[in-house]
């Protein structure tokens, strides 16, 4: 068992779905209905003329009167300086009503400018999309359906790091080989690169690939190139401003925008955990390898994954970038990356199957390589893992995380349960 192989297989995180619920969310019109009332009309009924003649003596030239000096005193309220003769700088005893039109029942109204946060995206955009590039691979298919060799394509994205022609992007973009019952797809026989607004097509070459860190570096001949600014992943905060650029489904330079969802969130997938930057901006098949940026157009990581489904909705992971300079600066200078070496396979023991077994819960160790790290320090298959450098460990992920913190020739101490006895032994990594 391959003890290295604990990185992200791209997209393929996208087979969680189908352990998420299948329940949907149901929006339901609440259909109340407002019952307009309206103004009743006003019926005005004569009566009958009084005989006696008070009407015509009295009650007329009264009511004459009354009405008229309404009219009067209306006129007057009605013009804004006979108003203010009459009735002075008073204000209204009531004070009810809010002073502000823009406030309504305490609810401040007021339009909230998004010119800044417009301007922030436009700026952005122009910055990193310079830097971002379309990456189509050719990858070599033996099928039992056909005879001889056919071809299958890919897309993704990928990062300019050198005005000389490096570019950062994901190994399962560049390196996805792989095999079935009914074909097999062989590593990539033709890379391909699109530089933003320019649709001529330069053909890279595969620097070094990772998969463990699912990381990789290809090179175009051409110089002059916009570099990306790279970010500091360690200082960025929820809720800040995010971009992803790239390529998706074959439409060269899109961005989506979004918050920084959450920092240093493990996800697990292909039976690995991995540590990554979680953004709602949306990232699609192909955004694979391209970048998410902050607010100053720093690239902060390497987009590489999402999670899809039914109910799910804005879970984009990005790798991020800091742990990505040592590896490429590596894989640019040694066209792999130099990693301190047990030369081991195990498997992680449950408290279930510890039990059921009669061992402790740990790292049974299934394999040694021969003339190993671990060959020479006196391992032996049976042995369980039980801890590493002092602390108690239960999985193969967290003994790698332990070792990968020491280089090539460091000595790791690690603690052991043999027949039921406990033994510790020193090892001297060696190089992978």
Do not use: W
Not at 314 to 336: C, W
Request: net charge negative; hydrophobic share 35%; aromatic share 6%.
């Amino acid at each position: 068992m391959d003890e290295n192989k604990n990185f992200i297989e791209g997209e393929k995180v996208e087979e969680a779905s189908s352990t998420t619920s299948k329940e949907t969310n149901t929006f339901k019109t609440a259909n109340t209905k407002t019952n307009y009332k309206p103004v009743s009309e006003f019926t005005v009924k004569s009566k009958k003329e009084n005989k006696s003649g008070f009407g015509r003596t009295i009650a007329v030239p009264f009511i004459s009167g009354v009405v008229g000096s309404a009219l009067v005193i209306g006129t007057c309220f009605g013009v804004p300086s006979i108003k203010k003769a009459i009735m002075g700088n008073t204000s209204s005893s009531s004070n009810n009503t809010s002073n502000s039109s823009n406030t309504y029942t305490g609810v401040n109204t007021d339009l909230v400018s998004l010119k800044e946060y417009s301007e922030t995206g436009v700026g952005v955009a122009a910055k990193i999309l310079p830097s971002v590039v379309g990456i189509t691979v050719e990858f070599p298919v033996n099928s039992i359906f056909s005879r001889g060799t056919s071809t299958t394509t890919g897309e993704g994205s990928g990062i300019i790091i050198s005005e000389d022609g490096y570019i950062l992007t994901n190994n399962h973009i560049v390196s996805s080989s792989s095999s079935s019952s009914y074909y097999t797809v062989g590593d990539a026989s033709k890379v391909v690169v699109y530089l933003f607004n320019d649709k001529t097509p330069y053909d890279a070459t595969i620097i070094g690939t990772d998969e463990q860190t699912d990381l990789a570096v290809i090179k175009i001949e051409k110089e002059g190139l916009t570099a990306a600014e790279l970010g500091d992943s360690d200082s960025i905060q929820v809720g800040e401003f995010s971009m992803a650029a790239g390529n998706p489904l074959g439409m060269q330079s899109s961005i989506s925008s979004g918050t920084i969802s959450a920092v240093n969130r493990d996800v697990q997938t292909d039976g690995r955990t991995y540590t990554l930057i979680q953004t709602d901006a949306a990232i699609n098949a192909g955004n694979s390898g391209g970048a998410l940026v902050n607010s100053k157009g720093q690239v902060i990581g390497i987009n590489t994954l999402k999670l899809s489904g039914t109910g799910i909705e804005g879970m984009g992971f990005a790798i991020p970038i800091n742990s990505t300079k040592p590896i490429y600066e590596q894989l640019i200078e040694y066209k792999k990356v130099k990693r301190p070496y047990i030369g081991i396979g195990g498997r992680d023991l449950t408290e279930e199957l510890a039990k059921a077994n009669n061992l402790v819960v740990g790292i049974y160790i299934t394999s040694i390589e021969e003339f190993s790290a671990g060959e020479k320090a006196g391992l032996k298959i049976g042995d369980v893992i039980i801890e590493a450098d002092g602390t108690a460990i239960k999985t193969m992920n967290e003994l790698n995380e332990i070792k990968n913190k020491h280089a090539i020739g460091d000595t790791m101490k690690i603690k052991i349960n043999r027949n039921g006895s406990e033994k510790e032994v020193e090892i001297t990594l060696q190089e992978q």
